[in-house]
């Protein structure tokens, strides 16, 4: 059966949802008519689907200013004798606001971060990650790039 994709141009950015059946969706509410948006597609989903609300995701300028700082302290910081990538500071830092927990991993002396998924940040955690990134390079002196601009 060929699914019937529906969108619609009053949201940004468009997500599609199927028509004919529900597999998955995914609506961001931006105003009033996407509420009732979700209404209308909560009344015609079969039983047993499951609804979850999240808050808001971080936005593309928060994400580029991330990996921004990332680079800039990867480049400017050695972290217990070791130079880290941006990729292995995000690990660190988002370890930290995490409160993440270190568990043994499957072979032995290795070791396994949990719970260190970005994507899943709110904008206010994220925020917090900014933060901490912030006070973190100034205790070590590192200057951002965009502090050349300003």
């Not at 009053?10 to 509420?35: C, F, K």
């Not at 719970?115 to 006070?135: I, P």
Request: aromatic share 6%; hydrophobic share 40%.
């Amino acid at each position: 059966m060929r699914s019937k994709w529906k969108n619609s141009a009053s949201r940004s950015p468009i997500t599609p949802y199927r028509q004919d059946e529900m597999g998955r969706a995914l609506l961001v509410i931006h105003g009033q008519t996407d509420r009732q948006r979700v209404a209308a597609l909560a009344g015609k989903v079969p039983p047993g689907t499951r609804v979850e609300f999240k808050a808001a995701k971080r936005t593309l300028p928060m994400n580029d200013k991330l990996w921004a700082m990332l680079t800039d302290i990867s480049r400017q910081v050695e972290w217990h004798g070791r130079k880290l990538t941006p990729g292995d500071w995000k690990d660190v830092v988002t370890a930290s606001v995490r409160n993440a927990c270190v568990v043994p991993g499957i072979d032995p002396g290795t070791f396994v971060v949990l719970g260190l998924h970005t994507s899943d940040l709110s904008k206010d955690e994220f925020s917090d990650l900014l933060e901490l990134m912030n006070a973190f390079a100034a205790e070590r002196g590192v200057k951002f790039g965009d502090e050349d601009e300003a």
